[in-house]
């Protein structure tokens, strides 16, 4: 009997793991689509003037109460903000007291409110039978190793890391090479190097918990729309999180920074090493919106649990 279960709990553990790595393996195939991939410096040719980066992105403070959005929408730059709040709050050191470092972190002035156009992987499926589209946001889980060092291994082993939405991902390099296993076989491998900028919910547990992994969070939504509403949303389908910046972690921080990938296989040649950098923030509201047009489709407000606009609307 004994034997029997174990066999059932050892075959159970190995249909959990190959759900993860088709989750990550999932994650990396959206991030490296062309249409969802920035290039990243590496990526410019040498002899040629470099192309100035027409993205503009909002400076101006975000109105919760917005109707409508100017068209192709990109809300405020993470990458930008991630950068101030790293320089402007340093880890703290061993000269400096608790007390002394935690008046520091929040003497900010950072308490307004953040607007960000998501690229986490997003799904959309439309049932043509209830006019209903479905739409989910995964918010994936990663771990900070800024932590001190026992939270950070109570993180792994309960495997219920942070609740990171991606925002931005920039491809910083590529190349092709030859791996081999242990085996002696061989076979041509690709690697992608990639750079995101993501957001870190401290809120998280005011989100539904990814039934597949079970590291991650998820959010969504379902709207009523006629098939050919429908088809021109999915075609500029747009996901805007709006934040509030709020500390988090042991001891408190503003941004850290973590590691992910795959390693490449026999069957699966895909080499992907991801360096993050996060910004821990509370989930306020999440917008579902049409790009093109600017139009707003649904709202849900995350801190009081409650969903604006999930009937009917005209895009």
Known sequence: MKRYLSAHVHCLFNFLGLILVFTALAHFLYV???????AGPSQKKAGKKPQ??????DTNQFDLGAEQLPKDYLGHDLEKLYSELEQKFPKKTEFETKETYKKRLHS???QGIYAFTVQSPITSK?????KQLQIDIQASGKYNPDQEQEIYRKQIYDRDGEACI?????NVGSKTYTGTNRFGATVDVKQYQLLSYGIALVNKQRLERD???GRGR???FNLMLEPEEAKGLKENLGVLVICRLK???????YTFRSAGGIEPTIKTPLEVIESERLIYADLIEVWIYNRKSGAILSKRKIESGGEQGSQKMSI
């Not at 991606?166 to 920039?170: D, F, G, N």
């Open 32 to 38: 490296l689509a062309p249409q969802n991939l920035l």
């Open 52 to 57: 100035e980066n027409i993205a503009k992105y």
């Open 108 to 110: 900010s002035s950072y």
């Open 126 to 130: 439309y049932d043509p039978e209830r």
């Open 166 to 170: 991606t925002v931005k991902s920039l």
């Open 211 to 213: 039934q597949y992994s």
């Open 218 to 220: 998820r959010i969504a």
């Open 247 to 253: 500390p988090s972690g042991v001891p408190e921080m």
